[in-house]
């Protein structure tokens, strides 16, 4: 699935005043807030951006930057967009920007590797051989279960 993925995001958030008024508490909670990888890529007098790896989606990840950082009170806006691997500055690589998300897209292609995401059980695959026509809901008619359970032992006095 595209959603389970590993991605580069560029976080941007814009203060009310100043960054240098901003309460270092306020910006320790921005950190606590994102909960993922992430490295300090931009920033001007009243906004910074991060440069976050973080997997399940923007959406996902918008959903749970959204519900900590509007209570933060010197967050003004903030918005969250995907980051290519193909980012330039106005001095190439000199930029800690681009040379982050060059970073951040390396982690993101080693995590994204097959070993790295859950593997099916047996029991989970189901692979249908010589079956011409497949009743999807065959195994809610069957009453298959899950997990199969251990039968019990045909002596009672055994363990």
Known sequence: MQNDRYSVYELT?????KKDRVDRGDVRKIAGVIRCPFKVGKHSE?????VILSEGGASKLMDRLRSGLSD????ENFWLQTVGPDAIGQHGDMDPF????KEMWAEASKRNKAKHFKQPRPSDVFVKHGIKEFDRKAAIKMGLRGPWKRKPPSNPNRP
Do not use: C, N, W
């Open 13 to 17: 958030v814009s203060f009310k005043y």
């Open 98 to 101: 681009t040379t982050y998300v």
């Open 46 to 50: 009243h906004s910074i951006s991060l």
């Open 72 to 75: 933060i009170g010197s967050v």
